[in-house]
């Protein structure tokens, strides 16, 4: 499973230059393939040089992780002791157990849905500044002018 797992990935990674390609008109990163990293935890921050970031998701999504794996093994525990001996107090610390899973997973899928995002948003962003610069809006008494420089 472990070698299915790791090849699954290898080729994920590698096929990501061949899915997403730069555009033209873009001198900036692509989001595509920003998209595609984040499958990695912070493969996208990376992508888009967001280190810190990057590190903050990285420590987020293995501590949810861990602990969803933590409260599955004592879920399994707790379970096979109320088989031994059919008493409530297993089978309701088997339910304790389970629902902290259950919201650790929960917790996991939504910070690798707003890590997604951030890469995804971050790659379309990346040269805003410049572009910034090129459009100016000026007021004047009661009327405005936007002027776009080329």
């Known amino acids: 499973m472990k070698k299915i797992c790791l090849l699954a990935l290898i080729i ?10 730069e555009k033209p008109y873009n001198t900036g990163r692509s989001s595509t393939k920003a998209l595609l990293w984040s499958i990695i935890p912070g493969g996208g921050q990376i992508y888009n040089k967001q280190y810190v970031k ?3 998701d990285i420590l987020a999504e293995s501590l949810l992780l861990g602990t969803a794996i933590q409260y599955h093994i004592e879920m399994n525990d707790a379970y096979s002791l109320y ?3 059919h008493n409530q107090a297993y089978y309701d610390e088997y339910n304790y157990y389970y629902q902290q899973q259950q919201n ?3 917790w996991w899928a939504t910070v690798k849905l707003l890590a997604v995002l951030d890469a995804y948003v971050d790659a ?15 007021f004047e008494g009661l009327g405005m002018s936007l002027r776009y420089n080329f």
């Open 54 to 56: 990057a590190g903050i």
């Open 12 to 21: 994920i990674l590698f096929s990501i230059n061949l899915i997403a390609e």
């Open 83 to 85: 088989e031994q001996t």
């Open 124 to 138: 379309r962003l990346f040269n805003f500044n410049e572009k910034k610069k090129k459009l100016d809006l000026e």
């Open 104 to 106: 650790m997973l929960w």
